[in-house]
């Protein structure tokens, strides 16, 4: 375990997740959230950039970088250092044979823009690889060839890299290439969900664990927060660092009513979006937890869960507000949480409601 001097910050960095699914309905992913999300009663889920075609209908257009850039400031209001994308390939590989197959490359749009933006030495970027996708060699030695730039996320020099779930198979590859591009053996960090007692063998690879969401069942927000915390100290108990996890919400209903062709969730009661006191409730838990674990905690790194999985529940990106104008409450309601987890001075809450 790396030794943590006390004068360190516990937290420095923050990073969010981003899956950012919101292309236009002709397309394999466009389909299918615009039709899960096209219902008027979650607009307070609908992404503030969504075309509104009725009642029961939104669209995604294709977003230009000027676009895109409105949303990397909101992030960067909101306290965020870093976008963490799920990474795939800029076009099919060959073995893969899931049921997004031949479509992933739908979803490479937001990075993409973000590389091309001015904007990326405020908010820097790092890769999430969701492992069950067949990588191929070229994906690994453009993302190695990424990791040379200084917007690229790193830790003392390291490129930071996420794994989602499993690290023994993709990582060893990752590494090569990064020896042969002459970068820095990368800092590789997996995302486990579960007990980490019932998947060792998925991490063995990895130098730290942290979690991609926490998706265990809770009825209320307090209750869940409480949960999302208590996870962080499971995942300690494997005997590496840790990349402190923190969530703002679990909640897929809109996905159970509406199903897609790539998830399934079970069918029971779901706490709400955590609200403005209650992400300030788990941020305080969570710091707490980091100061009295600051050894298994050395990288002053803390992942969110996350800045666009509105369907999914967890969602830090302005919606369509009541005016149709962006509601940007939980910007505001996490730029606090972001602050108070790094000076560990917080500011006075409710746990009832958002305050815009």
Avoid at 159 to 174: G, I, K
Avoid at 178 to 206: H, L, Q, T
Avoid at 299 to 313: K, L
Wanted: charge should be negative; hydrophobic fraction near 35%; aromatic fraction near 10%.
């Amino acid at each position: 375990m790396n030794t943590v001097d006390e004068n360190t910050p516990l937290v420095r960095r923050i990073g969010a997740v981003n899956w950012d699914c919101s292309v236009p309905s002709d397309t394999f992913f466009g389909k299918a959230t615009t039709w899960t999300l096209g219902p008027a009663k979650w607009r307070d889920r609908t992404p503030y950039y969504a075309d509104i075609l009725g009642e029961d209908k939104i669209e995604h257009h294709d977003r230009s970088l000027e676009e895109y850039e409105v949303e990397m400031r909101y992030a960067i209001d909101a306290g965020i250092d870093y976008f963490a994308y799920c990474w795939y390939d800029l076009t099919p590989p060959p073995g893969d044979k899931s049921p997004c197959a031949g479509h992933l490359q739908e979803i490479t749009r937001a990075r993409q823009l973000h590389v091309q933006s001015q904007l990326r030495g405020k908010l820097s970027l790092c890769a999430i690889l969701v492992t069950w996708h067949p990588y191929s060699d070229e994906c690994l030695r453009l993302l190695a060839d990424e990791m040379k730039n200084p917007w690229y996320e790193k830790i003392d020099g390291r490129p930071l890299v996420y794994m989602f779930s499993e690290t023994r198979d993709v990582a060893p590859r990752l590494r090569s290439f990064c020896r042969e591009a002459g970068v820095p053996d990368p800092y590789v960090v997996s995302m486990i969900n579960n007990p980490p007692n019932k998947c060792a063998e998925k991490f063995e690879k990895a130098d730290a664990l942290c979690a991609y969401g926490c998706t265990d069942d809770a009825p209320t927000g307090s209750e869940y927060a409480a949960m999302a915390v208590m996870r962080n100290a499971v995942r300690a108990t494997a005997g590496l660092p840790v990349i402190p996890h923190f969530s703002v919400g679990w909640n897929p209903i809109p996905r159970i009513e509406r199903p897609n062709p790539w998830a399934r969730y079970p069918e029971r009661d779901y706490a709400s979006p955590l609200s403005r006191g209650e992400m300030l409730d788990e941020a305080a838990m969570l710091r707490c937890w980091i100061d009295r674990n600051r050894e298994e905690c050395p990288t002053g790194h803390v992942m969110v869960f996350a800045w666009n999985e509105f369907e999914e529940g967890g969602w830090i990106c302005p919606n369509v507000g009541t005016d149709g104008r962006p509601d940007v409450s939980r910007v505001r309601a996490f730029r606090e949480v972001a602050e108070a987890l790094k000076t560990g001075v917080f500011p006075q809450k409710t746990s009832s409601a958002i305050s815009a």
